[in-house]
Protein backbone atom coordinates (compact mmCIF):
# COMPACT_ATOMS: atom_id res chain seq x y z
CA UNK A 1 0.00 0.00 0.00
CA UNK A 2 2.39 2.24 0.96
CA UNK A 3 4.58 1.98 -2.38
CA UNK A 4 1.26 2.46 -4.02
CA UNK A 5 0.78 5.69 -2.49
CA UNK A 6 4.10 6.71 -3.55
CA UNK A 7 4.04 5.81 -7.16
CA UNK A 8 0.45 7.66 -7.19
CA UNK A 9 2.35 10.86 -5.43
CA UNK A 10 5.26 10.65 -8.29
CA UNK A 11 4.66 13.30 -11.61
CA UNK A 12 3.32 11.49 -14.25
CA UNK A 13 6.81 11.24 -16.63
CA UNK A 14 6.72 13.08 -20.09
CA UNK A 15 8.15 12.27 -22.96
CA UNK A 16 8.85 13.43 -26.86
CA UNK A 17 7.90 17.21 -27.51
CA UNK A 18 5.92 17.45 -24.32
CA UNK A 19 9.24 16.65 -22.25
CA UNK A 20 11.30 18.84 -24.25
CA UNK A 21 9.14 21.48 -24.24
CA UNK A 22 8.26 21.08 -20.02
CA UNK A 23 12.66 21.55 -19.87
CA UNK A 24 12.37 24.33 -21.84
CA UNK A 25 9.75 26.30 -20.30
CA UNK A 26 11.36 25.81 -16.97
CA UNK A 27 14.61 27.23 -18.02
CA UNK A 28 12.70 30.00 -19.59
CA UNK A 29 11.06 30.73 -16.38
CA UNK A 30 13.78 31.00 -13.95
CA UNK A 31 16.45 32.05 -16.63
CA UNK A 32 19.64 30.77 -14.45
CA UNK A 33 22.16 28.01 -15.23
CA UNK A 34 20.84 24.65 -14.21
CA UNK A 35 22.48 21.19 -14.75
CA UNK A 36 20.91 18.02 -15.94
CA UNK A 37 20.68 16.70 -12.54
CA UNK A 38 19.03 19.99 -11.30
CA UNK A 39 16.10 20.84 -14.36
CA UNK A 40 15.08 16.63 -13.63
CA UNK A 41 14.96 17.24 -9.78
CA UNK A 42 13.41 20.49 -10.02
CA UNK A 43 10.60 19.15 -12.45
CA UNK A 44 9.73 16.27 -9.81
CA UNK A 45 10.81 13.84 -12.34
CA UNK A 46 8.48 14.01 -14.64
CA UNK A 47 11.73 13.96 -16.74
CA UNK A 48 14.15 11.38 -16.35
CA UNK A 49 17.81 12.93 -15.49
CA UNK A 50 19.21 10.33 -18.63
CA UNK A 51 16.63 12.17 -20.87
CA UNK A 52 16.96 15.66 -19.40
CA UNK A 53 20.55 15.73 -20.46
CA UNK A 54 19.73 14.34 -24.47
CA UNK A 55 16.70 17.26 -24.17
CA UNK A 56 19.47 20.09 -22.78
CA UNK A 57 22.06 19.05 -25.57
CA UNK A 58 19.51 18.94 -28.38
CA UNK A 59 18.01 22.00 -27.27
CA UNK A 60 21.46 23.75 -26.82
CA UNK A 61 22.20 22.75 -30.42
CA UNK A 62 18.62 24.09 -31.46
CA UNK A 63 19.59 27.39 -30.18
CA UNK A 64 17.08 27.53 -27.95
CA UNK A 65 19.74 27.79 -24.47
CA UNK A 66 23.18 27.93 -23.92
CA UNK A 67 25.41 25.58 -23.03
CA UNK A 68 28.16 26.65 -21.12
CA UNK A 69 30.97 24.07 -19.07
CA UNK A 70 32.89 24.70 -16.31
CA UNK A 71 35.59 21.95 -15.68
CA UNK A 72 33.94 18.78 -15.44
CA UNK A 73 30.21 20.79 -15.02
CA UNK A 74 27.98 21.41 -17.74
CA UNK A 75 25.51 24.03 -17.10
CA UNK A 76 22.81 25.42 -19.46
CA UNK A 77 21.09 28.74 -19.32
CA UNK A 78 18.01 30.08 -21.44
CA UNK A 79 19.62 31.89 -24.72
CA UNK A 80 19.22 35.78 -23.00
CA UNK A 81 18.92 36.49 -26.95
CA UNK A 82 15.40 35.50 -27.24
CA UNK A 83 14.46 37.21 -24.26
CA UNK A 84 11.75 39.57 -25.38
CA UNK A 85 13.22 43.33 -24.30
CA UNK A 86 10.65 45.77 -22.14
CA UNK A 87 9.64 49.01 -24.14
CA UNK A 88 10.80 52.25 -22.73
CA UNK A 89 7.37 53.11 -21.50
CA UNK A 90 7.33 49.84 -19.57
CA UNK A 91 10.55 50.40 -18.07
CA UNK A 92 9.54 53.94 -16.73
CA UNK A 93 5.79 52.35 -15.10
CA UNK A 94 7.84 49.24 -13.71
CA UNK A 95 10.31 51.71 -12.25
CA UNK A 96 7.65 54.11 -10.61
CA UNK A 97 6.05 51.05 -9.75
CA UNK A 98 9.34 50.05 -7.68
CA UNK A 99 9.63 53.76 -6.47
CA UNK A 100 5.81 53.66 -4.90
CA UNK A 101 7.13 50.17 -3.66
CA UNK A 102 9.94 51.63 -1.78
CA UNK A 103 8.63 54.33 0.24
CA UNK A 104 5.43 52.22 0.97
CA UNK A 105 8.62 50.05 2.38
CA UNK A 106 9.72 52.66 4.30
CA UNK A 107 6.37 53.88 5.90
CA UNK A 108 5.81 50.22 6.94
CA UNK A 109 9.66 49.97 8.22
CA UNK A 110 9.18 53.06 10.61
CA UNK A 111 5.52 51.80 11.72
CA UNK A 112 7.36 48.68 12.47
CA UNK A 113 9.52 50.79 15.01
CA UNK A 114 7.26 52.54 16.32
CA UNK A 115 4.74 49.60 17.14
CA UNK A 116 8.40 47.48 18.44
CA UNK A 117 9.07 50.80 20.86
CA UNK A 118 5.32 50.45 21.74
CA UNK A 119 5.77 46.86 22.58
CA UNK A 120 8.73 47.68 24.58
CA UNK A 121 7.23 49.93 26.65
CA UNK A 122 4.03 47.46 27.42
CA UNK A 123 5.89 44.75 28.61
CA UNK A 124 8.09 46.76 30.27
CA UNK A 125 4.40 48.10 32.56
CA UNK A 126 3.74 45.82 35.68
CA UNK A 127 1.08 43.16 35.01
CA UNK A 128 -2.40 43.35 37.03
CA UNK A 129 -1.01 40.99 39.81
CA UNK A 130 2.32 43.00 40.00
CA UNK A 131 0.56 46.38 40.80
CA UNK A 132 -2.14 44.14 42.65
CA UNK A 133 1.10 43.59 45.07
CA UNK A 134 2.39 46.71 44.98
CA UNK A 135 -0.88 48.52 46.10
CA UNK A 136 -0.82 45.86 49.15
CA UNK A 137 2.59 46.99 49.86
CA UNK A 138 2.15 51.02 49.63
CA UNK A 139 -0.97 50.22 51.61
CA UNK A 140 1.63 48.46 54.45
CA UNK A 141 3.78 51.57 54.70
CA UNK A 142 0.74 54.21 54.82
CA UNK A 143 -0.52 52.12 57.90
CA UNK A 144 2.96 51.88 59.35
CA UNK A 145 3.94 55.75 58.68
CA UNK A 146 0.09 56.47 60.22
CA UNK A 147 1.20 54.40 63.21
CA UNK A 148 3.94 56.66 63.52
CA UNK A 149 2.18 60.10 63.57
CA UNK A 150 -0.67 59.06 66.18
CA UNK A 151 1.20 60.26 68.98
CA UNK A 152 1.83 63.43 67.33
CA UNK A 153 -1.35 64.03 65.76
CA UNK A 154 -2.82 63.05 69.57
CA UNK A 155 -1.00 66.26 70.64
CA UNK A 156 1.77 64.46 72.42
CA UNK A 157 4.46 66.74 73.11
CA UNK A 158 7.95 66.76 70.64
CA UNK A 159 11.07 65.98 72.13
CA UNK A 160 13.36 69.55 71.25
CA UNK A 161 16.49 69.35 69.70
CA UNK A 162 18.09 70.16 73.30
CA UNK A 163 16.68 67.53 74.82
CA UNK A 164 17.71 65.07 71.73
CA UNK A 165 21.44 66.18 72.36
CA UNK A 166 21.43 65.54 76.09
CA UNK A 167 20.12 61.86 75.39
CA UNK A 168 22.86 61.63 73.07
CA UNK A 169 25.57 62.99 75.29
CA UNK A 170 24.20 60.32 78.09
CA UNK A 171 24.25 57.92 75.43
CA UNK A 172 27.71 58.64 74.88
CA UNK A 173 28.98 58.97 78.18
CA UNK A 174 26.91 56.13 79.91
CA UNK A 175 28.35 53.70 77.12
CA UNK A 176 32.11 54.94 77.39
CA UNK A 177 31.82 53.61 81.40
CA UNK A 178 30.28 50.37 79.85
CA UNK A 179 32.90 49.74 77.53
CA UNK A 180 35.66 50.50 80.48
CA UNK A 181 34.05 48.22 82.88
CA UNK A 182 34.13 45.55 80.26
CA UNK A 183 37.64 45.77 79.43
CA UNK A 184 38.64 46.05 83.73
CA UNK A 185 36.10 42.60 83.54
CA UNK A 186 37.62 41.19 80.54
CA UNK A 187 41.21 40.96 82.06
CA UNK A 188 40.12 39.77 85.44
CA UNK A 189 38.33 37.14 83.72
CA UNK A 190 41.03 35.94 81.66
CA UNK A 191 43.64 36.28 84.73
CA UNK A 192 41.36 34.47 87.16
CA UNK A 193 40.46 32.01 84.54
CA UNK A 194 43.73 31.24 82.69
CA UNK A 195 44.34 28.11 84.20
CA UNK A 196 40.49 26.58 83.50
CA UNK A 197 39.08 24.75 80.77
CA UNK A 198 36.21 26.35 78.74
CA UNK A 199 34.22 23.85 80.74
CA UNK A 200 35.39 24.73 84.13
CA UNK A 201 35.04 28.42 83.18
CA UNK A 202 31.82 28.73 81.75
CA UNK A 203 30.69 27.11 84.65
CA UNK A 204 32.39 29.44 86.73
CA UNK A 205 30.69 32.37 85.44
CA UNK A 206 27.18 30.93 85.79
CA UNK A 207 27.64 29.62 89.30
CA UNK A 208 28.76 33.50 90.48
CA UNK A 209 25.62 35.29 87.93
CA UNK A 210 27.98 36.56 85.33
CA UNK A 211 26.40 37.28 82.07
CA UNK A 212 28.05 37.91 79.07
CA UNK A 213 27.27 40.00 75.88
CA UNK A 214 24.03 38.37 74.56
CA UNK A 215 23.50 38.62 70.17
CA UNK A 216 21.27 41.87 70.95
CA UNK A 217 24.57 43.31 72.63
CA UNK A 218 26.76 42.26 69.68
CA UNK A 219 24.48 43.22 67.10
CA UNK A 220 24.45 46.57 69.07
CA UNK A 221 27.63 47.10 69.18
CA UNK A 222 28.18 47.00 65.26
CA UNK A 223 25.20 49.14 64.50
CA UNK A 224 25.04 52.97 63.95
CA UNK A 225 24.89 54.01 67.56
CA UNK A 226 28.11 52.22 68.83
CA UNK A 227 30.25 53.46 65.58
CA UNK A 228 28.64 57.09 65.43
CA UNK A 229 29.66 57.15 69.69
CA UNK A 230 33.22 56.10 68.74
CA UNK A 231 34.04 58.28 65.84
CA UNK A 232 32.65 61.20 68.55
CA UNK A 233 35.47 60.17 70.92
CA UNK A 234 38.67 59.97 68.33
Known sequence: MTSGKKAEA???TLKGQEAEDAVLQYLKRMNRPFGAVDVSSNLKGAVPKTATQKILLTLAE????TQKTY?????????QSKIENLPAEKLVTLEAQ???????NKLLTAEVKSLSAELGKIKSTPTDSELDEQVV?????????LTYLEPLRAGSSIISASE???LD???????????????????????TLEATGPKEAAELLEDIGVELDSPEHAQLERSYLCSRASRSRS
Do not use: P
Not at 170 to 184: A, G, H, M
Open 62 to 65: KGEI
Open 169 to 191: EDWKRWRQEWVKRRKVFNMLRDT
Open 10 to 12: KAA
Open 98 to 104: LKDIEEE
Open 71 to 79: GKSTFFVYN
Open 164 to 166: LAQ
Open 137 to 145: QTEEKIATT
